[in-house]
């Protein structure tokens, strides 16, 4: 091996060394624990029931305070831990033989010099509060940021430099695919290649951070890591909401909202004072887990293990710290106790949930939620619905000249006792066949509620003064508590007869006969006339639509001939409502008796008894209760108000449908009484140490909570993202780090702990982190610093020398190179194939799946039915993900079931099998057959188009010979066998083009099959 590249390999063991001239002092959390994490924390560590020899060496105090002394700092020698780590005797050695642990020579040195150099300890780097230090001085001219000073510092120790740039158009490919997903589109490639102005890079960096597929594709990683699937796991796996979520997430990245709201938003927005909405949408992140819905679960068993995910998730995507293995006995090699555990898991034990689940798919507590449309749309009504509030509620002064001429003209009929019209009667009596109540209310209607029959009658009994009567007005109201404003009980009524009995004293009851009857608006085949014939096969039905329904309406039933009424005489009314339709019943009504000659519609009411009361009275003895009593009873008589009333009743009706077809998506919201929190012996439900109930908390290994803060959710989420916090703003950007270089400077980026790796550039994390917070934890401001250094822009074309000194690229001396995800293979195929629907947001989709998965998993009892039409070529982020079994061509994806924060990659076989044989990339090879051969000119200009699309670059003359080649043995194939180009012109559902030969379709999409499968297509280079 060239002995200038001995540093770096060393660099990559267990424990590094960093530079050479840090080699004179040993630093304990970078040389030493390490050491001891794998080797002797297991016996000696944090925990105190593994704890051996009641030795502990993870803290300073009792390591060196440890009786008898077995570390004598300055004395190797005379320490018992030397002597027994470098004793050849087996029974003395340590770590001992039967543990499967062996120190190195190297590592034993490490000990030894540490001991001599005074033992000092120190905390775990990750529990330390980063440190801004300046990043180094670079006189090389290579770098274009900050990023590059710290790398080329590095590599420079290590006797290495960067690589050159890639060309052009795999930067623009790279950059493409890492911030949206999607390769470069013909017109995005030609832009970039012609722009060579100086900051092109930066302007197409731009470009793509706003664009709203870069929402898109951030949320992937973050669905993964909240465990996101569209059904609830388990042996039943139902279907749940929480799309709704996922197009928060999108939003968000979109937005570009700091990742300090971003995190208190997911752990605590139901808890925000003021909370939105959204805030309340974005709390779904903790919802995500599975729910078992087993009929012969213990629902306690089930909420207590949903606590526990919580817990373990928030600990691993905020702070990358594996606090899960703390829930049965204190952590083996972290300072994390059991009983902290369950302190931090207080934060989530009062969630107002039953265990069970109880809310149609999904488990309370739920919220409703609007989509982008149906946001608009509701915007739209509430205005509308704000102004004819407005008319409504208009100044009572505005009324003034209209109020003195109506005062005026009602005294004057009082006078003259020329007061005539429709006289309100007031139910003494009322009865609902069915059950349901019939409320008065104060302007004489009755509002039913309670029981809501398929049929009903009702019966009401009221008093009448005595003097003639020609007829009845029977009024249909909205109201409020109505289904959609009513004025049925759900909307529409059928009234199928109507009918008035005389009941007087020492008198045999009798029927009024009615001569015909007259409504403001009667629905078509529902004449209002069929409520005065007994038939229930006819009826009196209001139905105007959707929304126009919901107005007031009203019916005048005229008498055959006048009636006169004696004294103490009383009328029972009976409302038959026994039509087909189920639940068509009156939800508000009123009715009105009237003396005068042939009444109608426009007859006059006559203003209730106790308003006549106060006309009568002399202005002077009126009083301000009196007046505005008076004001206020005329404002609503005018015909201005009764418009805005209708109209009102109209846009709440609206809006209350537009309410009724959201959906329903799990959140957080807390019990109004708390939970009481204890160890759970084994994290067993129905074992907990009951003698000490815990109080809210946080690790004491971390910053302590203010004083001040309330035992809840919003307290531990603000404590997370304070600037104070070792571990969120390290974690948040090494994970953003992972994402553009394909490895975190913290390689085990679910892990910041003991066992967990180094970071390989300790002093660029911290800058970082510091960095994010100082700028406001703004997202795209960091990716934008991240993707414009010449870092990023490296070629991933690696040297000999290189792979023999830095093999895994943790020096970062060229461009990484890994296998593209399976989403964005599937994604990149239908985008170059030009059947990518972006379409953002809305309900998961079913594309193509094999047949019969669902079925051999489930015991026949749920099948997959693909959609149609756009939703077939969706974004793969909208694909419905089963939990018990995921999407088959998704095969390298985090499961779903636990929160997973590091990438699974993969280079199996059956990425070949996929790309080759699914009906999405076959059906896309056809469809970007068509494509080309809509290209003007010969079969080369058209393969050229196909290298464009798919490469983003021109084919080599070697290349366009070889696909040349196959495209001719392919169309002589399919030549010999037509009936193999019509079966494969038929893959999938997208029509064919027309006018195109199929044995053409057939030939190039071969060959387009083949470029989808190349390595460079499903390569991120």
Same mark, same amino acid.
């Given at each position: 091996?060239?002995?200038?590249?001995?540093?770096?390999?060393?660099?990559?063991?267990?424990?590094?060394?960093?530079?050479?001239?840090?080699?004179?002092?040993?630093?304990?959390?970078?040389?030493?624990?390490?050491?001891?994490?794998?080797?002797?924390?297991?016996?000696?560590?944090?925990?105190?029931?593994?704890?051996?020899?009641?030795?502990?060496?993870?803290?300073?105090?009792?390591?060196?305070?440890?009786?008898?002394?077995?570390?004598?700092? $300055?004395?190797?020698?005379?320490?018992?831990?030397w002597k027994r780590i470098s004793s050849q005797d087996p029974d003395v050695r340590m770590p001992p033989p039967g543990s499967n642990r062996q120190l190195t020579d190297r590592q034993r040195e490490l000990i030894r010099r540490w001991i001599a150099e005074g033992a000092e300890f120190g905390d775990h780097w990750s529990l330390v509060p980063p440190v801004r230090r300046p990043p180094p001085v670079q006189t090389t001219g290579l770098g274009a940021n900050v990023i590059d000073a710290f790398i080329l510092d590095r590599l420079k120790s290590a006797g290495l430099t960067m690589s050159p740039?890639?060309?052009?158009?795999?930067?623009?490919?790279?950059?493409?695919?890492?911030?949206? $997903?999607?390769?470069?589109?013909?017109?995005?490639?030609?832009?970039?290649?012609?722009?060579?102005?100086?900051?092109?890079?930066?302007?197409?960096?731009?470009?793509?951070?706003?664009?709203?597929?870069?929402?898109?594709?951030?949320?992937?990683?973050?669905?993964?890591?909240?465990?996101?699937?569209?059904?609830?796991?388990?042996?039943?796996?139902?279907?749940?909401?929480?799309?709704?979520?996922?197009?928060?997430?999108?939003?968000?990245?979109?937005?570009?909202?700091?990742?300090?709201?971003?995190?208190?938003?997911?752990?605590?927005?139901?808890?925000?004072?003021?909370?939105?909405?959204?805030?309340?949408?974005?709390? $779904?992140?903790?919802?995500?887990?599975?729910?078992?819905?087993?009929?012969?679960?213990?629902?306690?068993?089930?909420?207590?293990?949903?606590?526990?995910?919580?817990?373990?998730?928030?600990?691993?995507?905020?702070?990358?710290?594996?606090?899960?293995?703390?829930?049965?006995?204190?952590?083996?090699?972290?300072?994390?106790?059991?009983?902290?555990?369950?302190?931090?898991?207080?934060?989530?034990?009062?969630?107002?949930?039953?265990?069970?689940?109880?809310?149609?798919?999904?488990?309370?507590?739920?919220?409703?939620?609007?989509?982008?449309?149906?946001?608009?749309?509701?915007?739209?009504?509430?205005?509308?619905?704000?102004?004819?509030?407005?008319?409504?509620?208009?100044?009572?002064?505005?009324?003034?000249?209209?109020?003195?001429?109506?005062?005026?003209?009602?005294?004057?009929?009082?006078?003259?006792?020329?007061?005539?019209?429709?006289?309100?009667?007031?139910?003494?009596?009322?009865?609902?066949?069915?059950?349901?109540?019939?409320?008065?209310?104060?302007?004489?209607?009755?509002?039913?509620?309670?029981?809501?029959?398929?049929?009903?009658?009702?019966?009401?009994?009221?008093?009448?003064?005595?003097?003639?009567?020609?007829?009845?007005?029977?009024?249909?109201?909205?109201?409020?508590?109505?289904?959609?404003?009513?004025?049925?009980?759900?909307?529409?009524?059928?009234?199928?007869?109507?009918?008035?009995?005389?009941?007087?004293?020492?008198?045999?009851?009798?029927?009024?006969?009615?001569?015909?009857?007259?409504?403001?608006?009667?629905?078509?085949?529902?004449n209002v006339m069929g409520a005065i014939d007994p038939s229930p096969t006819t009826g009196w039905g209001v139905w105007d639509g959707v929304d126009e329904t919901a107005q007031n309406r009203q019916a005048v039933f005229r008498l055959k001939k006048t009636v006169n009424i004696t004294t103490n005489s009383t009328l029972v009314f009976r409302l038959k409502q026994q039509s087909r339709f189920k639940e068509h019943l009156l939800g508000r009504f009123r009715i009105s008796v009237t003396g005068v000659p042939r009444p109608g519609l426009a007859t006059d009411t006559i203003p209730p008894a106790?308003?006549?009361?106060?006309?009568?009275?002399?202005?002077?003895?009126?009083?301000?209760?009196?007046?505005?009593?008076?004001?206020?009873?005329?404002?609503?008589?005018?015909?201005?108000?009764?418009?805005?009333?209708?109209?009102?009743?109209?846009?709440?009706?609206?809006?209350?449908?537009?309410?009724?077809?959201?959906?329903?998506?799990?959140?957080?919201?807390?019990?109004?009484?708390?939970?009481?929190?204890?160890?759970?012996?084994?994290?067993?439900?129905?074992?907990?140490?009951?003698?000490?109930? !815990?109080?809210?908390?946080?690790?004491?290994?971390?910053?302590? !909570?203010?004083?001040?803060?309330?035992?809840?959710?919003?307290?531990?989420?603000?404590?997370?993202?304070?600037?104070?916090?070792?571990?969120?703003?390290?974690?948040?950007?090494?994970?953003?780090?992972?994402?553009?270089?394909?490895?975190?400077?913290?390689?085990?980026?679910?892990?910041?702990?003991?066992?967990?790796?180094?970071?390989?550039?300790?002093?660029?994390?911290?800058?970082?982190?510091?960095?994010?917070?100082?700028?406001?934890?703004?997202?795209?401001r960091m990716v934008r610093l991240l993707v414009t250094s010449s870092t990023y822009r490296q070629s991933s074309s690696v040297t000999p020398g290189q792979l023999e000194a830095d093999p895994y690229n943790r020096l970062l001396g060229r461009g990484p190179r890994h296998r593209l995800p399976a989403h964005v293979i599937r994604d990149q195929a239908l985008a170059v194939s030009g059947l990518l629907v972006e379409t953002i947001g809305g309900p998961s989709v079913k594309p193509y799946q094999p047949p019969g998965l669902w079925a051999d998993f489930s015991f026949g009892k749920i099948r997959?039915?693909?959609?149609?039409?756009?939703?077939?070529?969706?974004?793969?982020?909208?694909?419905?993900?089963?939990?018990?079994?995921?999407?088959?061509?998704?095969?390298?994806?985090?499961?779903?079931?636990?929160?997973?924060?590091?990438?699974?990659?993969?280079?199996?076989?059956?990425?070949?099998?996929?790309?080759?044989?699914?009906?999405?990339?076959?059906?896309?090879?056809?469809?970007?057959?068509?494509?080309? !051969?809509?290209?003007?000119?010969?079969?080369?200009?058209?393969?050229?188009?196909?290298?464009?699309?798919?490469?983003?670059?021109?084919?080599?003359?070697?290349?366009?010979?070889?696909?040349?080649?196959?495209?001719?043995?392919?169309?002589?194939?399919?030549?010999?066998?037509?009936?193999?180009?019509?079966?494969?012109?038929?893959?999938?559902?997208?029509?064919?083009?027309?006018?195109?030969?199929?044995?053409?379709?057939?030939?190039?999409?071969?060959?387009?099959?083949?470029?989808?499968?190349?390595?460079?297509?499903?390569?991120?280079?």
């Amino acid at each position: 091996m060239n002995p200038r590249h001995i540093l770096p390999l060393l660099f990559l063991l267990a424990t590094p060394v960093t530079s050479a001239e840090d080699a004179a002092a040993i630093n304990f959390p970078r040389d030493i624990r390490p050491i001891l994490s794998e080797n002797c924390f297991q016996c000696h560590g944090p925990d105190a029931r593994a704890r051996k020899g009641e030795l502990r060496l993870d803290i300073a105090g009792e390591a060196l305070g440890h009786d008898p002394p077995v570390l004598v700092a $300055g004395q190797p020698d005379n320490s018992v831990i030397w002597k027994r780590i470098s004793s050849q005797d087996p029974d003395v050695r340590m770590p001992p033989p039967g543990s499967n642990r062996q120190l190195t020579d190297r590592q034993r040195e490490l000990i030894r010099r540490w001991i001599a150099e005074g033992a000092e300890f120190g905390d775990h780097w990750s529990l330390v509060p980063p440190v801004r230090r300046p990043p180094p001085v670079q006189t090389t001219g290579l770098g274009a940021n900050v990023i590059d000073a710290f790398i080329l510092d590095r590599l420079k120790s290590a006797g290495l430099t960067m690589s050159p740039m890639a060309n052009r158009r795999t930067l623009l490919r790279r950059l493409t695919f890492d911030l949206v $997903g999607l390769p470069p589109t013909e017109q995005e490639l030609t832009m970039f290649l012609a722009d060579t102005a100086p900051g092109s890079w930066n302007r197409a960096v731009d470009r793509l951070l706003n664009s709203p597929r870069f929402g898109e594709h951030m949320a992937w990683n973050w669905l993964v890591a909240s465990r996101y699937a569209d059904t609830n796991g388990y042996q039943g796996d139902g279907t749940r909401v929480m799309w709704p979520w996922r197009e928060w997430v999108i939003s968000a990245f979109n937005d570009n909202l700091p990742f300090n709201r971003f995190t208190i938003d997911q752990l605590a927005g139901d808890l925000v004072p003021g909370t939105t909405p959204e805030q309340l949408v974005a709390t $779904g992140f903790n919802r995500n887990h599975p729910l078992n819905g087993e009929g012969g679960r213990i629902a306690e068993e089930n909420r207590v293990e949903y606590v526990l995910d919580r817990t373990d998730t928030t600990a691993t995507v905020w702070m990358a710290l594996t606090l899960a293995c703390a829930k049965c006995h204190d952590h083996k090699f972290d300072p994390l106790s059991q009983k902290e555990y369950y302190r931090f898991s207080a934060y989530f034990n009062s969630l107002d949930e039953s265990g069970r689940v109880d809310r149609r798919g999904n488990a309370n507590p739920v919220a409703r939620v609007t989509t982008r449309a149906q946001q608009t749309q509701l915007h739209r009504i509430d205005s509308l619905i704000e102004q004819q509030r407005a008319i409504l509620d208009r100044p009572l002064d505005s009324l003034a000249i209209q109020r003195r001429e109506w005062l005026s003209r009602i005294r004057r009929q009082v006078s003259d006792k020329m007061l005539q019209g429709w006289h309100s009667l007031r139910p003494t009596k009322t009865r609902s066949r069915a059950g349901a109540q019939l409320k008065p209310q104060a302007d004489h209607s009755l509002l039913v509620s309670g029981k809501i029959a398929a049929v009903d009658d009702y019966e009401v009994q009221t008093s009448v003064p005595p003097g003639p009567i020609t007829g009845f007005r029977l009024e249909a109201l909205t109201h409020h508590s109505l289904g959609f404003q009513g004025p049925g009980r759900k909307s529409n009524f059928v009234l199928t007869h109507f009918s008035v009995t005389v009941h007087q004293a020492g008198a045999k009851p009798y029927s009024l006969p009615f001569a015909d009857v007259v409504a403001d608006h009667s629905e078509e085949s529902w004449n209002v006339m069929g409520a005065i014939d007994p038939s229930p096969t006819t009826g009196w039905g209001v139905w105007d639509g959707v929304d126009e329904t919901a107005q007031n309406r009203q019916a005048v039933f005229r008498l055959k001939k006048t009636v006169n009424i004696t004294t103490n005489s009383t009328l029972v009314f009976r409302l038959k409502q026994q039509s087909r339709f189920k639940e068509h019943l009156l939800g508000r009504f009123r009715i009105s008796v009237t003396g005068v000659p042939r009444p109608g519609l426009a007859t006059d009411t006559i203003p209730p008894a106790e308003i006549l009361e106060l006309v009568g009275k002399p202005a002077d003895t009126l009083n301000a209760d009196h007046r505005k009593r008076l004001a206020e009873f005329h404002r609503g008589t005018t015909d201005q108000s009764r418009e805005a009333y209708r109209r009102h009743s109209i846009q709440r009706a609206a809006r209350q449908r537009l309410e009724s077809g959201m959906i329903e998506s799990m959140v957080m919201r807390d019990r109004k009484t708390p939970r009481t929190t204890y160890v759970l012996n084994l994290a067993r439900y129905d074992q907990p140490r009951d003698s000490e109930k !815990l109080a809210h908390g946080v690790p004491a290994s971390l910053p302590a !909570l203010p004083k001040t803060a309330p035992a809840n959710r919003l307290a531990m989420a603000r404590w997370l993202v304070d600037p104070g916090h070792p571990l969120t703003a390290r974690v948040a950007v090494n994970r953003l780090w992972q994402t553009f270089f394909g490895t975190g400077l913290v390689k085990t980026s679910e892990d910041f702990g003991s066992q967990g790796d180094p970071p390989s550039h300790p002093e660029l994390l911290d800058w970082l982190a510091t960095e994010y917070i100082r700028t406001g934890w703004d997202t795209k401001r960091m990716v934008r610093l991240l993707v414009t250094s010449s870092t990023y822009r490296q070629s991933s074309s690696v040297t000999p020398g290189q792979l023999e000194a830095d093999p895994y690229n943790r020096l970062l001396g060229r461009g990484p190179r890994h296998r593209l995800p399976a989403h964005v293979i599937r994604d990149q195929a239908l985008a170059v194939s030009g059947l990518l629907v972006e379409t953002i947001g809305g309900p998961s989709v079913k594309p193509y799946q094999p047949p019969g998965l669902w079925a051999d998993f489930s015991f026949g009892k749920i099948r997959y039915t693909a959609d149609t039409g756009a939703k077939l070529y969706r974004r793969s982020l909208y694909t419905f993900w089963r939990r018990s079994l995921g999407p088959p061509n998704m095969f390298d994806e985090g499961t779903r079931d636990v929160c997973h924060v590091k990438p699974q990659r993969t280079n199996t076989p059956l990425h070949a099998l996929t790309l080759l044989n699914d009906v999405a990339f076959v059906e896309s090879a056809r469809v970007l057959a068509e494509r080309v !051969l809509a290209t003007p000119g010969d079969d080369a200009s058209r393969l050229k188009r196909a290298f464009s699309l798919v490469l983003s670059r021109p084919p080599s003359p070697e290349e366009m010979s070889l696909v040349i080649s196959s495209l001719n043995r392919a169309r002589r194939h399919y030549r010999a066998h037509p009936k193999d180009a019509g079966a494969f012109g038929t893959v999938g559902s997208h029509s064919p083009r027309d006018g195109l030969d199929p044995i053409q379709v057939a030939a190039f999409g071969a060959v387009a099959s083949v470029l989808l499968n190349s390595d460079e297509a499903i390569t991120r280079e």
